[in-house]
């Protein structure tokens, strides 16, 4: 007796069954991820005793490209060579985290009367934009090295004006080779390079204001 075409499909999905279900049991499973936020900057000691400056400052997130424009935490094994560590990401995409964590860090100086981001679309008088042209750990004689470049531009918004430009450059080395103290290293060079460039702005601004 022949079989139906329905009856040869039954048993034909009763004998690929067992395969599927072996080959679904040996597929690899999903690396499991850690998310990693910039550790918060220290609370500024000897707080600005200068008043407000009366300005409102949009801080723009950077232009970045590639590895540094997404969420890997990114390592420069060997001289011009770019890698990700393994199981790990920041939190949010670098431009965000690192945007962000400047304004934390001047709102806790209190100097600017209000501090916006681009994502605010707010009016303001002066727009600090740029290029983050490293945010990496490189490493050198087998250690670890974090590395912030970051290519900076105040300009006046309503006049479109540039008012001053300059290049920002900190590197930080971490207490150990492992990801949490490299982790720890990228929030103290992401402070040092916060205060840095406030000093330039706070410099920039006063000359300005002479002019």
């Known amino acids: 007796m ?11 999905g009763y004998l690929l069954l067992p395969m599927m279900l072996a080959a679904c049991s040996v597929l690899p499973q999903p690396e499991p991820v850690t998310l990693y936020h910039l550790p918060s900057p220290p609370s500024v000691v000897n707080v600005d005793t200068d008043p407000s400056l009366g300005i409102t400052l949009q801080v723009n997130r950077p232009e970045a490209n590639g590895l540094l424009a997404g969420e890997r935490i990114t390592v420069s094994p060997k001289p ?5 560590y393994q199981g790990a990401r920041w939190a949010t995409a670098v431009p ?9 860090r001047w709102q806790q100086h209190g100097r600017f009367e209000h501090i916006i981001s681009d994502h605010d679309a707010l009016p303001a008088d002066i727009e600090l934009k740029g ?17 912030i470049h970051f290519d900076a531009q105040l300009i006046a918004q309503q006049s479109h004006t540039l008012l ?8 930080q080395k971490p207490l150990a080779v492992a990801l949490p103290a490299v982790v720890s290293a990228f929030g ?6 916060a205060d840095d460039m406030l000093k330039w702005l706070l410099v920039v601004i006063a000359d300005n204001e002479r002019e």
């Open 2 to 12: 022949s079989m139906t075409p329905l009856r040869h499909s039954r048993l034909l």
């Open 188 to 193: 103290e060079a992401h402070t040092q390079l």
């Open 131 to 147: 290029a983050l042209r490293a945010f990496y750990s490189e490493y050198q004689q087998g250690m670890p090295t974090v590395a």
């Open 80 to 84: 011009n060579q770019l890698s990700v």
């Open 164 to 171: 001053a430009s300059r290049q920002f450059i900190v590197h």
């Open 96 to 104: 965000v985290l690192f945007r962000d964590q400047l304004i934390t």
